[in-house]
């Protein structure tokens, strides 16, 4: 369990020093850096739910609760993490979560 609290601690850390966007932390607003913790929590903790499905999840609640361009925004930072999580092996799913 503590490689996956580590491993959630390095992706948000990556996020917040520009890895994955030309953007800084300083200009990423607080709800979709909370979407973004969110849904990279659902990637690794439950095994279940299918990538596209949390993904899609959390792009529904951007468009709702943030700004106009924030579910591009996290699209594209959600799927890089996602495919960086299954190249690197941490993204374990059952069979149902695969899908």
Same mark, same amino acid.
Request: with cysteine.
């Given at each position: 369990?503590?490689?996956?609290?580590?491993?959630?601690? &390095? *992706?948000?850390?990556?996020?917040?020093?520009?890895? *994955?966007? /030309?953007?800084?932390? *300083?200009?990423?607003?607080?709800?979709?850096?909370?979407?973004?913790?969110?849904?990279? !929590? /659902?990637?690794? %903790?439950? @095994?279940?739910?299918? &990538?596209? &499905?949390?993904?899609?999840? %959390?792009? /529904?609640?951007? @468009? /709702? %609760?943030? !700004?106009?361009? !924030?579910? &591009?925004?996290?699209?594209?930072?959600?799927? @890089?993490?996602?495919?960086?999580?299954?190249?690197?092996?941490?993204? @374990?799913?059952?069979?149902?979560?695969?899908?």
């Amino acid at each position: 369990m503590s490689v996956k609290l580590t491993t959630l601690g &390095v *992706y948000i850390n990556i996020i917040k020093l520009k890895k *994955y966007t /030309e953007f800084s932390s *300083y200009f990423i607003i607080k709800i979709d850096l909370i979407l973004l913790q969110m849904c990279l !929590s /659902e990637f690794l %903790y439950f @095994k279940s739910i299918p &990538v596209k &499905v949390s993904i899609n999840e %959390y792009l /529904e609640i951007a @468009k /709702e %609760y943030s !700004s106009k361009k !924030s579910n &591009v925004f996290i699209n594209g930072i959600l799927d @890089k993490l996602s495919k960086n999580l299954m190249k690197e092996g941490l993204l @374990k799913k059952n069979k149902r979560g695969m899908q």
